[in-house]
């Protein structure tokens, strides 16, 4: 994609005021303000309705940032290595000295960071005096959004800019990984499990349902299209949208396909285009049929276990 200078200059002049502006990353769109400033933090807060207990993800630009405000260990230099810029959030100590608001980490003496590798949010973030705070950009607990269409429909003239970047490439958040004493994964997302066992060459531990929460991503309910979802669907009843992995021999009015043949990959990317496309065509609920607890199938499952929890 090419990179418009004039956009990314002018998302810079918003964010430089503490105000707030939508950003692309290969995930999903982000909602970003200066991750040092308390009053853009505030607005975050504020236009996704989120709680305050939900901490937010600080996005860096590379590991040389990171430093005046992280300590970082020996296993995040290895995840660090070989996948960053990328689909991966790692919670770390603040440093004392930090300048990272304290609305930002409710408080914590540690903090959710990442780098992103979507080339429109780099360019940004280079040109950057500080870190952006930057949960995805849409209101609490319901889709994420991973397109700029997206966003404008979830916040209309509430945000001030949409920075374009296209579609997200990945189109479901990032993985979480905590490493300040075992490795733990607090939220499946883009980067797979397997492939961080490989790195780092020792168990790590799921810990994605906790009873308080510590990261962002952990709330029962989450990812929600604002209609009931039903998991695991044999039958269908006629009135509800029905979605499957694959593309079948049987095609009716009400089904939608995640992907042609059955790739997660794929279906991940199109999950919340596709529950959104649902929504819009009036369907009051959602059937899936049983997708596969593996790879990214196990991150879909994640996202509409969670969107399941609408009552």
Same mark, same amino acid.
């Given at each position: 994609?090419?990179?418009?200078?004039?956009?990314?200059?002018?998302?810079?002049?918003?964010?430089?005021?503490?105000?707030?502006?939508?950003?692309?990353?290969?995930?999903?769109?982000?909602?970003?303000?200066?991750?040092?400033?308390?009053?853009?933090?505030?607005?975050?807060?504020? /236009?996704?309705?989120?709680?305050?207990?939900?901490?937010?993800?600080?996005?860096?630009?590379?590991?040389?940032?990171?430093?005046?405000?992280? !300590?970082? !260990?020996?296993?995040?230099?290895?995840?660090?290595?070989?996948?960053?810029?990328?689909?991966?959030?790692?919670?770390?100590?603040?440093?004392?000295?930090?300048?990272?608001?304290?609305?930002?980490?409710?408080?914590?003496?540690?903090?959710?960071?990442?780098?992103?590798?979507?080339?429109?949010?780099?360019? /940004?973030?280079?040109?950057?005096?500080?870190?952006?705070?930057?949960?995805?950009?849409?209101?609490?607990?319901?889709?994420?959004?991973?397109?700029?269409?997206?966003?404008?429909?979830?916040?209309?003239?509430?945000?001030?800019?949409?920075?374009?970047?296209?579609?997200?490439?990945?189109?479901?958040?990032?993985?979480?990984?905590?490493?300040?004493?075992?490795?733990?994964?607090?939220?499946?997302?883009?980067?797979?499990?397997?492939?961080?066992?490989?790195?780092?060459?020792?168990?790590?531990?799921?810990?994605?349902?906790?009873?308080?929460?510590?990261?962002?991503?952990?709330?029962?309910?989450?990812?929600?299209?604002?209609?009931?979802?039903?998991?695991?669907?044999?039958?269908?009843?006629?009135?509800?949208?029905?979605?499957?992995?694959?593309? !079948?021999?049987?095609?009716?009015?009400?089904?939608?396909?995640?992907?042609?043949?059955?790739?997660?990959?794929?279906?991940?990317?199109?999950?919340?285009?596709?529950?959104?496309?649902?929504?819009?065509?009036?369907?009051?609920?959602?059937?899936?049929?049983?997708?596969?607890?593996?790879?990214?199938?196990?991150?879909?499952?994640?996202?509409?276990?969670?969107?399941?929890?609408?009552?």
């Amino acid at each position: 994609m090419k990179i418009n200078l004039s956009n990314i200059k002018k998302a810079k002049k918003l964010l430089d005021k503490s105000e707030c502006v939508a950003i692309p990353t290969e995930t999903v769109y982000g909602l970003a303000g200066n991750a040092y400033s308390d009053q853009a933090c505030k607005k975050i807060y504020k /236009l996704k309705k989120r709680p305050k207990n939900n901490p937010l993800i600080v996005h860096y630009e590379n590991i040389k940032k990171l430093k005046k405000d992280c !300590n970082f !260990n020996k296993n995040f230099q290895k995840i660090y290595k070989k996948f960053c810029p990328g689909p991966i959030t790692f919670i770390l100590d603040l440093k004392k000295e930090s300048k990272i608001s304290k609305i930002v980490t409710n408080k914590k003496n540690s903090v959710a960071v990442r780098f992103p590798k979507h080339a429109v949010a780099r360019n /940004l973030l280079k040109r950057l005096k500080y870190p952006l705070a930057a949960p995805s950009a849409n209101l609490s607990s319901k889709l994420s959004a991973v397109s700029s269409k997206d966003v404008l429909e979830d916040f209309g003239n509430k945000i001030k800019y949409i920075l374009e970047g296209g579609k997200s490439s990945i189109g479901v958040e990032s993985t979480i990984i905590d490493l300040r004493n075992k490795p733990k994964i607090l939220r499946l997302g883009g980067l797979q499990i397997s492939n961080i066992k490989k790195i780092l060459n020792k168990k790590i531990y799921l810990k994605n349902y906790p009873s308080k929460i510590s990261a962002p991503g952990q709330l029962k309910l989450h990812y929600s299209p604002g209609i009931p979802i039903r998991l695991n669907v044999k039958k269908v009843k006629d009135n509800e949208a029905y979605l499957l992995i694959k593309k !079948n021999k049987k095609v009716k009015k009400n089904y939608f396909f995640l992907s042609k043949n059955g790739d997660l990959k794929e279906a991940a990317k199109n999950l919340y285009s596709m529950l959104r496309m649902i929504k819009k065509n009036k369907y009051r609920s959602i059937a899936v049929k049983k997708i596969p607890n593996k790879g990214m199938g196990a991150v879909i499952n994640d996202r509409l276990i969670r969107a399941s929890k609408f009552k």
